[in-house]
């Protein structure tokens, strides 16, 4: 009888031993879920397993872990990607998470090029999301052409005060002046930076087709994309139309990838035709919308002076520009008054029919960039600050993916396709072009970096409005960032910071000054100017004609 009693008291600490073994098989899983992959189509009931940061298993399989999440009832998607944020900072996140973003990354803007591997070491350690950025175009115009160098953060949200100042803007550099851009772009490259960033569209003026060129040039020598802010945005149809193919022409020639910054304006359809037919060619260009029909902007930006709003484009001031913090509408005499007094003062621009949201969401293979407007550091915002208590902003800030899911719902868009845009097709074009950690992104496969958003699809939606633009989403209710729990019941967990860095690994150098004796021996023709002052000024013209740019 003592022998039975020790061999059934032995089995139980065996089958003990066992349960514990199972149990730490897993990190954490995700039970019941609807496991959805958009590269695969895989879609179906399952249970996901999660190790050292990674998706193990996806099976129906019973399996059991150290921390447990029950998503019957709810998707189980790729993490959201915006490739299209303005406010990377830590206030910021608990609004990001609480609208499934679990990558942001400044890829329209960016980071002033020699700032960018300080911008990064700022945030390591530091960030509940996978933080990112390109290199400024923008930037590197401010310092070298207005000798601005007020960098406090090393990007948009102290970068916006360089347009005090309209140089960067209007002028068109020299050659000398015009090899300084490129080098200080260039250094944010070679850190590592994971394309360039141009807001073309706010420098129309200033920077020549040889200029757009040389920066297409230039990111195509590292693989790595431009992301334009079209020269003609915002625009009518064939402004916005024009203004990508100036973009895709340089790409098709350079071979180089390239971004359509929110292209929901005016010509948006024939644009995506553009993508989608120079895709099927082989070339890795691809666009970007959020769901709204305004957008954002400074004051004082070129495109809202009255020759270009009004009289070219044929809109009113009182019906399409608004004062985000007041909500009032301005009229030109108020817009001049409020310029000498607050010439950045931030605004939303309507701009298009209400209706066209519902269709951009319903164009395959495009992806989803925010556009979220930078919230100001010295602003005393911090983790705790209550939703309500922010500063106003556009709306999209906070609400743009929960959006695509709540219209995607109201209108037959396929869940697949929604789930598609808020993370695969940022991830895929971005991994084509070699950056490796969007290679093991937006997808729900083993072996992925466990980047999670899980949602009720019958009840995600939008909250935030035009009047506040800062109310967190709704019925997303968990998110994972490198397989840790970052929210958990819409609640996201202060002090978690998983966040890694999406970036190249630094090189040297690829870029060769412009010289004009080049040019001459590969093309042959009379050299084209970079531009050499402010256009129009015949000076100025006839100088750059003595200065000029070559290609090589």
């Known amino acids: 009888m003592k022998i039975i009693t020790k061999f059934l008291g032995c089995m139980?600490?065996?089958?003990?031993?066992?349960?514990?073994v199972q149990?730490?098989?897993y990190d954490l899983v995700i039970l019941n879920g609807r496991v959805m992959d958009p590269e695969t189509m895989f879609d179906s009931v399952a249970?996901?397993?999660?190790?050292?940061?990674?998706?193990?298993v996806i099976t129906q399989k019973k399996i059991t872990g150290k921390e447990t999440i029950d998503a019957a009832g709810l998707v189980v998607a790729p993490g959201f990607i915006d490739g299209h944020q303005h406010c990377i900072e830590p206030y910021a996140y608990r609004l990001m998470l609480r609208d499934g973003r679990t990558t942001i990354m400044d890829l329209e803007?960016?980071?002033?090029?020699p700032k960018l591997g300080e911008w990064y070491k700022r945030r390591e350690g530091n960030a509940s999301?996978?933080?990112?950025?390109?290199?400024?175009?923008?930037?590197?115009?401010?310092?070298?052409?207005?000798?601005?160098?007020?960098?406090?953060?090393f990007y948009s949200s102290d970068g916006i005060h360089s347009r005090v100042k309209q140089g960067w803007s209007i002028t068109r550099p020299t050659l000398e002046q015009g090899n300084q851009i490129l080098a200080m772009v260039d250094e944010g490259l070679q850190q590592g930076g994971i394309g360039i960033g141009?807001?073309?569209?706010?420098?129309?003026?200033?920077?020549?087709?040889?200029?757009v060129f040389?920066?297409?040039k230039l990111s195509g020598l590292y693989g790595r994309s431009i992301d334009m802010h079209f020269r003609y945005t915002p625009g009518d149809d064939v402004g916005e139309t024009n203004g990508i193919q100036e973009m895709l022409a340089n790409a098709a020639a350079l071979k180089s990838p390239a971004i359509a910054a929110h292209f929901n304006n005016p010509g948006y359809n024939l644009v995506h035709e553009l993508l989608v037919r120079m895709r099927e060619q082989g070339y890795n260009v691809w666009g970007e919308i959020y769901p709204y029909n305004a957008g954002s902007t400074a004051l004082n930006a070129v495109f809202l002076e009255p020759e270009v709003w009004v009289n070219t484009l044929g809109n009113k001031y009182e019906e399409t520009i608004q004062d985000v913090a007041t909500g009032e509408f301005y009229t030109q005499q108020t817009r001049e008054e409020m310029l000498k007094k607050e010439p950045t003062r931030i605004v939303l621009v309507h701009k298009c029919p209400e209706e066209w949201v519902k269709e951009w969401v319903k164009l395959p293979g495009v992806a989803i960039g925010s556009d979220g407007m930078p919230l100001f550091p010295d602003d005393g915002l911090t983790w705790g600050t209550p939703y309500e208590d922010f500063p106003n902003t556009h709306p999209r800030f906070a609400g743009s993916f929960a959006k695509v899911l709540r219209l995607a719902r109201e209108n037959n868009v396929p869940l697949m396709q929604a789930v598609s845009m808020t993370s695969y097709n940022y991830a895929k074009p971005l991994g084509k072009m070699g950056l490796k950690a969007m290679q093991v992104r937006g997808r729900m496969q083993v072996g992925m970096v466990a980047d999670i958003t899980i949602f009720d699809p019958q009840t995600v939606t939008d909250n935030a409005t035009y009047a506040k633009?800062?109310?967190p989403s709704s019925g997303i209710l968990h998110v994972l960032v490198n397989g840790t729990i970052v929210m958990k019941d819409q609640e996201p967990l202060e002090g978690v910071n998983p966040g890694q860095p999406i970036r190249f690994e630094t090189v040297a150098s690829r870029f060769e000054p412009l010289d004009e004796s080049l040019w001459k021996k590969g093309f042959y023709a009379s050299p084209v100017d970079f531009g050499g002052g402010v256009p129009g000024s015949q000076p100025d013209m006839i100088e750059s004609a003595l200065e000029q740019v070559e290609v090589h």
């Open 47 to 56: 249970n996901v397993g999660v190790k050292d940061g990674q998706i193990a």
């Open 214 to 216: 040389e920066m297409q």
């Open 129 to 153: 999301v996978n933080f990112g950025a390109s290199v400024s175009h923008e930037f590197a115009r401010a310092e070298i052409l207005d000798g601005f160098t007020e960098w406090k953060t």
């Open 23 to 25: 149990a730490a098989d």
């Open 198 to 211: 141009s807001t073309l569209g706010y420098m129309r003026e200033g920077v020549s087709a040889r200029e």
């Open 469 to 471: 633009g800062t109310l």
């Open 109 to 113: 803007v960016g980071v002033h090029g």
């Open 12 to 20: 139980v600490v065996v089958l003990a031993l066992t349960v514990a």
